[in-house]
């Protein structure tokens, strides 16, 4: 797992040797970081889905007119586009010398599917139990109080459809047929990026809607192996394998409280059964100004989509920005309008000041202009805490962190190495793969390393 080292931590702005209160001045931007990635937990949607996926697919044809060159006759024949063009740019010399007709076929299929591929038919089927959105959420008290955005736990039209992987699969298969296209290219990651092109295309025309049963929450699972497990689970053909994974390393919720999707009251408390969590406080509402810095966190979503590789799915991104402006909504609360990237899979996360305290949560976003991004400002979210009957809080085990933060910060390695051990030693676990409530957080675990592996 990812980490940085200890002598990377910047310094806190606080005195040496003193005892400092948490929160009661700004953090350098390496503490913040390991704060907010203690705080923020993985949120996995789990429900029924209706879907359309295209069950058959087929080359597009158009008519072709060719001349016989001895002859001068003509003749028009209905061919594959893709192969019309081939001969077109081969007769005109705009073929590479040595470039095979597959490979040259792949390549603008890649670049477009949609315009050499058509959709014959779609199967209506249903998909039980399966997870179909991916968002994050803060975690506001040690028991297991978990705050998020009302649309990652409700019904809707899932953002990144279900990949029908045999479907796909024997579409592949039927295009290197030698009455299609013919082989792949050799090259193995000119293959990837074919399959990833023509996968999103066949997203792209899948309908699905989504029923609501259960939030499943991933508790920063410590485990070495996550990578290689989620690597495993993406490469079977079977659909319901990366079901079962994330199932596996998630534990159930209850939603105490839920407003409506965006542009509504987008918030929901959540809780699970849990103990001795590092949690997050929550900001002042009063104290903040439109031009105040604020930092943006969650898991990104949809991994596979992304290009990335699949354990990056579940480390938590930081997104540092500022308060624009608010924006009055029209359920009567003003949301924050905001600098920081807000992308798929970062909904829900906790928008932290320069003082590690939630001032909203990440909402809404345009990946093509920073300028539309959108966070719930904390008074909805205490509003929605009160309507569950919630008090969040901040424990012992948030308190030593950053202690243990400060203390390192400060390179007093040895006192930062007792403040992260009381809360692994709270947290009840030291070792092993288990993500049920009160093993030890990774990112503990992972600064207990380097400090231990350092010999400071």
Known sequence: MRRTTVGALSVLLLAVGCAPKPFSQPLDSASLASLGEAGTVKVFAVGDIDASPPSQVGLQTAPYTSTDPLTNNTSTVNSYICYNEYYTAYKNGDVPNGTKASDYQWDEIAKDPGKYLRIDSTEDKVLNDTVAFEGSGAVVSPDGLIVTNAHVVSDGSPADPTPDIPMFTSLITYLEGPTKIGPLPDDPQVVDSIK??????????????????????????????????????????????????????????????????????????LKVEAKNLISLPLADSSTIETGQTINCFGYPGAAIMSGMEAGDEFRTIFKPGSIGQTMPMQSGFNAYNISADINHGNSGGPVLNQYGQIIGLGTAGNPSDNGENYAVPVSLVKKYLDKANSVPSVGDETNSWIGGLGDLATHHSSSALQQFQKVADAQGATSGESVMPGTVNRWVVELIHNIQSSGK
């Open 196 to 269: 990833l092109s023509i996968l999103r295309w066949l997203l792209e025309n899948t309908k699905e809607n989504f029923v609501f049963k259960e939030a499943r929450i991933y508790l920063n699972d410590q485990s070495d192996t996550i990578d290689q497990r989620m690597k495993e689970a993406s490469s079977n053909t079977d659909p319901a394998a990366m079901d079962a994974f994330f199932k596996s390393i998630s534990v159930p919720s209850t939603i105490l409280e839920k407003g409506d999707p965006w542009p509504g009251d987008d918030v929901a408390v």
